[in-house]
């Protein structure tokens, strides 16, 4: 099971913060970082950073090498450990919450924050039973569980690295709802994998998909 770090960003807003915090990420966020003028954008950067270093050394535990983990991004532009081929992750922050997953097998996760989006955007992405999940809901619960199909998307796309077997929109996250999890099987590879919904601060969604991997 994929272990999640979730955390609030607002106290990398800080200018002294955020310049200590600086030297607990790798190289690469810290480059990203430096690039951002935005207060927020650049708190969340160095939150998931911190969290992914963390994530990492305690996914690891006695075997963690020291030092700040380098990462890279590969040719789908998904970050990576290059000397950590061992250690999987994945990154998301919004609003004022950074989530980190770190799994040993290939995981997306997702956190959002609920606001107000382009009306078109369940017609556009989701599959039809869960537009009519959606339809039959009271507005306060739409809302929720609308996020909540989001992440679950956004999870499979960071988990697919860009190369999803199916088109989000081809995917029924329902039973994701209705249970918390649930499995999923391909029948394209023969590959599983796992969706589960996370427990998020109000006004937050988050998910996690991790690959089932042959007992």
Known sequence: MAEIYMASTKLLEDAKNAREALDGVDPLRREQAGRVADVRKRAQILTAGLLLQHGAREHLGDSAPEGIYRVE???????????????????????????????????????????????????????????????KLAVAESEKDFFALWCLKESYIK??????????????????????????????????IRAELLEAPHGYSAAVIEEITPV
């Open 159 to 192: 988990f697919a690295g860009g190369k999803p077997l199916l088109s989000i929109d081809e995917l029924d996250f329902t039973p994701v709802l209705e249970g918390g999890f649930a499995v999923f099987e391909f029948t394209e590879n023969n590959s599983r």
């Open 73 to 135: 991004k590969n040719g789908e532009g998904q970050p990576f450990f290059p000397d950590l081929p061992e250690v999987h992750f994945s990154l998301s922050h919004s609003g004022d919450m950074a989530l980190v997953a770190v799994s040993d097998v290939k995981v997306g996760a997702d956190i959002q924050e609920w606001r107000e989006l382009k009306a078109d955007i369940a017609g556009r992405f989701f599959h039809p039973a869960e537009k009519e999940y959606l339809e």
